[in-house]
Structure formats: structure tokens, C-alpha cells
């Protein structure tokens, strides 16, 4: 599975973007899928996921009522809405695939390449 994460750019404090994750395979729908963020110096952190059928998901206590997570199995597509962003939001994004819903990054074993979100004050 090949996953091409875009959609980041820089925007102000309480501004909105939607990040978007295209996979390449057909079958993307059978896999859960979940966003990570990483900033320079630091570990990969999970930020949301969301199960193959979109019926569960889950989010870090620090995006919650601010991050949505959403997926259009038709499109082979998942979407991270952030809203309210705020400056310790600012990062690189990655979007990633596995088998299951999970907030642990060692369960991925797909990943994309990265889309930088920069969010000023």
C-alpha cells in the first residue's frame, strides 16, 4: 500500500486545514489508518485513527474537539479536519496504514511521506 499524504501549508492560530491520504490500493478500505505528527528532534506521536469500516475511532487527548478524523473507502481516501489550530500543532504530518485500529505507531506498517503543517501566533 503507497499513501500520499497532502493538504498541510501554513496558516494562523484558530484556522482550519484538511489533510487528505491517498492510497494506492484497492483493497484500502480492509485496512485501519491513522495520522502521526512529528516535530524536529522529537518522536512520532499519534494524533488520531480511524477503523477500516470508519465506525470507530480514536484521537490524543490534545486534538480532541479539534481534529476529525473521516475516511471514503470508495476514494481509497482519509482525511484529518483540524480545526482551531494552534501553534503546538505545528509539525509533520504522516498518514499511515495497518490492520487494525491502533494509537501505536509500530502497528503501521504503511506510511506516506509527510505533509508540514505550520501554524503561526
Known amino acids: 500500500v503507497q499513501l500520499q499524504a497532502s493538504g498541510g501549508g501554513l496558516v494562523q492560530a484558530g484556522d482550519s486545514l484538511r489533510l487528505s491520504c491517498a492510497a494506492s490500493s484497492r483493497t484500502f478500505g480492509t485496512y485501519g489508518a491513522g495520522w502521526f505528527r512529528q516535530v524536529p528532534g522529537k518522536e512520532r506521536v499519534f494524533v488520531a485513527a480511524i477503523a477500516m469500516s470508519g465506525g470507530s475511532t480514536l484521537y490524543a487527548d490534545s486534538v480532541k474537539g479539534r481534529f476529525t478524523i473521516s475516511r471514503d473507502n470508495a476514494k481509497n481516501t482519509v482525511y484529518l479536519q483540524m480545526n482551531n489550530l494552534k501553534p503546538e500543532d505545528t509539525a509533520v504530518y504522516y498518514c499511515?496504514?495497518?490492520?487494525?485500529?491502533?494509537?501505536?505507531?509500530?502497528?503501521?506498517?504503511?506510511w506516506g511521506q509527510g505533509t508540514q503543517v505550520t501554524v503561526s501566533s
Open positions: 499511515a496504514a495497518g490492520v487494525t485500529l491502533s494509537t501505536t505507531k509500530g502497528l503501521y506498517p504503511y
